[in-house]
């Protein structure tokens, strides 16, 4: 089933008087289950395509469709009620709410979504379980080593139990076993509960999970399907 389709998407950012396009005519669909990353250098597009992908960003050109559905056009207040319901995401830098405790921010996103208290216990119990932090439940991000914060990004980005995780260089901050870590509990997940995953990546291990490798350049697509060396399009 397809979750995410773009139609001919151009975006530009302009600084004073420079104008650099991030993305150039980029149509790509995205199916239910799906373990993929996005490589090429910095600049390629793929931070960019994320944020469009996530409804945190506006095409200048083109459309985004999600479940079949022109989002394109959506004003601010419906693209936020689409992303907390629809749509996880794991940041490099875990992005936690330092002053909650690891359960606290993991049930935050179903407060946003008026979910009652007994269903966000357990929904909530269930994923900290999941990753392994269900005895870490009440210590706060600076409690926690970076391999456990990203788990608990982790836990809060499928908590909702979205359709897609996007996730922007998940494994940058982490060391290799916990990248490894981190980079398994995901795909366990992704098998147990058919939700798709989409890394922008430039980590040869997070390359090494995926089921099919989008390559990048210059704000367009080079290669959509073929397992592909990380080490000849990063940095």
């Known amino acids: 089933m397809e979750i995410i389709r773009l139609e001919n998407v151009t975006k530009d950012y302009t600084i004073g008087e420079v104008t650099t396009r991030a993305l150039d005519d980029v149509s790509l669909q995205f199916a239910n ?3 993929t990353t996005l490589v090429g250098p910095s600049g390629s597009g793929k931070t960019t395509l994320l944020q469009i992908m996530g ?39 875990f992005a936690l709410v ?3 405790s690891a359960y606290e921010n993991v049930e935050l996103p179903l407060i946003l979504n008026n979910v009652g208290e007994k269903e966000r216990k357990e929904r909530v119990m269930y994923l900290l379980d999941a990753v392994g932090l269900g005895h870490r439940v009440d ?26 995780v996007l996730a922007d260089e998940p ?53 959509a399907n073929a397992a592909l060396d990380i080490l000849q399009t990063a940095d």
Request: glycine share 8%.
């Open 33 to 35: 289950g799906e373990f």
């Open 139 to 164: 210590h706060r991000p600076d409690q926690l080593s970076g391999g456990e914060q990203q788990r608990v990004a982790i836990a809060r980005a499928l908590v909702t139990d979205p359709l897609i």
């Open 98 to 100: 330092p002053v909650l």
């Open 55 to 93: 409804c945190l960003d506006l095409p200048d050109k083109g459309k985004v469709f999600i479940e079949n559905r022109d989002v394109t056009g959506l004003k601010k207040n419906a693209r936020a009620d689409l992303r907390k319901s629809m749509i996880g995401f794991i940041f490099q830098f």
């Open 171 to 223: 494994t940058a901050n982490l060391d290799t076993e916990n990248g490894k870590q981190a980079m398994d509990i995901m795909l366990k997940l992704n098998e147990e509960t058919g939700t798709a995953f989409v890394f922008a990546t430039h980590d040869p291990r997070v390359v090494d999970y995926a089921r099919r490798v989008v390559q990048m350049h210059d704000g367009t697509i080079a290669n």
